[in-house]
Each structure stands twice: as structure tokens, then as C-alpha cells.
């Protein structure tokens, strides 16, 4: 896939991501108890790195790792989103402790849908939690329980985030830059 010419420039680095994990997980120790396992959803392809720090500092507990693919696909017509899931979880979610990690929250549409679709199979707790946050851009109602970043409408890679399918595995939160 070919994309204009860019530089990017370090946004959040992997240090303050590290020392907001720790914080977040301390969050999610006072919602799920540490003797009930927890099923942690990692919503593909975005999520895979910060769901593996996030459950790598849970490890004082069981931890079950399932993932989800979802796409959402703009009609401009209708101004809506059609939300659909391309990967299924593998487990059972009825009556258990689900996390759901998502790398970041946009328009919203992706994790609302995934919430409603998953609350109806009846978790016994279900909460979500996204590394980035930006608000300006939501077109639905929605927040995570828990949020890394707050960040402004800015084009961000790294950390699990794509450009053109390039720069998931930079361990900062980068700010794209065209040049031309
Ligand atoms: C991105 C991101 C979220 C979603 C957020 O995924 O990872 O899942 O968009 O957008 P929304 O709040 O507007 O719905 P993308 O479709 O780029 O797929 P990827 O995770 O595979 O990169």
C-alpha cells in the first residue's frame, strides 16, 4: 500500500505508557476481584500490543486472552456506520468478567457496537478500556470506563496503530507529519 511522504514525531512515549498501564491496572484491580478469572477481548489487529502489556501486569491473576475483529464501514448517505464483526471470540463470555481493550476510540462506532453485541450474551461484569481517547471525533454517545490518553484530533501511530498497515510496532505514540 503506498502513502504520502511523512515524519512522525514522538506523541506519548513507551514510559508514560508504561507508568499509565500501572495506573490502569490498579483501576481494574478495584472492579474485578483477584480470585475470579478475567477474560480479557482485544479487539484485532489495533489492541495487540497494549492488551499484551495490560495483561502482562495483571499476572498476580487468571487471565483468559480472546480476541474480536470488527470493521465499520461509512455510509455517507445516511451518515450512520454498519458495524461488522469479522472475527467472533472463541470462548463463552455468559456470566464471566469481561475486559474489553481497545487501542483507541474514534467516531465510537466500533466499541459501542462491540459492547452491545457482548452484553447481550450476559457477561457477569462487563467493562472497556481504551489507550486513547479523542473525543472531538465521537459520533456516538459513548466512553470507555477507562481511558489512557485523552488526545487531541491528531493522525497517531504506533503502539498498535497503523498508518497504511506500517508503524504497529514503534513503542511510542507518534504524531503523522506529511511533509509534501
Ligand atoms: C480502528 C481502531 C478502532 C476503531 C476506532 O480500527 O483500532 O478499532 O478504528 O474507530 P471508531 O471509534 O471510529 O469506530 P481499524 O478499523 O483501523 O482496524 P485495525 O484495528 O485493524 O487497525
Known amino acids: 500500500m503506498t502513502s504520502r511522504p511523512y515524519v512522525i514525531d514522538e506523541m506519548i512515549s ?8 500501572e495506573a490502569l491496572c490498579r483501576e ?18 489495533g489492541s495487540f500490543v497494549f492488551i499484551a502489556d495490560l495483561v502482562r501486569e495483571l499476572s498476580d491473576r487468571d487471565v ?3 480476541f ?19 472475527k467472533d471470540l472463541r470462548g463463552e463470555i455468559g456470566g464471566r468478567n469481561v475486559l474489553v481493550v481497545e487501542d483507541i476510540v474514534d467516531t465510537g462506532y466500533t466499541l459501542s457496537h462491540v459492547v452491545s453485541l457482548l452484553k447481550s450474551r450476559l457477561p457477569k461484569r462487563l467493562q472497556t478500556i481504551a489507550l486513547l481517547d479523542k473525543p472531538s471525533r465521537r459520533e456516538v ?30 513503542p511510542f505514540i507518534g504524531k503523522v507529519r506529511f511533509t509534501e
Do not use: H, W
Open 28 to 45: 481494574i484491580r478495584k472492579t474485578f476481584p483477584s480470585n475470579e478469572r478475567l477474560v480479557v477481548v482485544g479487539l484485532l489487529r
Open 141 to 170: 454517545d459513548f466512553r470507555a470506563d477507562l481511558i489512557g490518553f485523552e488526545i487531541p484530533d491528531e493522525f497517531v501511530v504506533g503502539y498498535g496503530i497503523d498508518y497504511a498497515q506500517c508503524n504497529r510496532n514503534l
Open 68 to 86: 474480536l475483529e470488527a470493521s465499520s464501514y461509512g455510509n455517507a448517505m445516511e451518515s450512520s456506520r454498519e458495524v461488522r464483526i469479522l
Open 64 to 66: 483468559e486472552v480472546d
Open 14 to 21: 513507551a514510559k508514560e505508557i508504561a507508568a499509565r498501564i
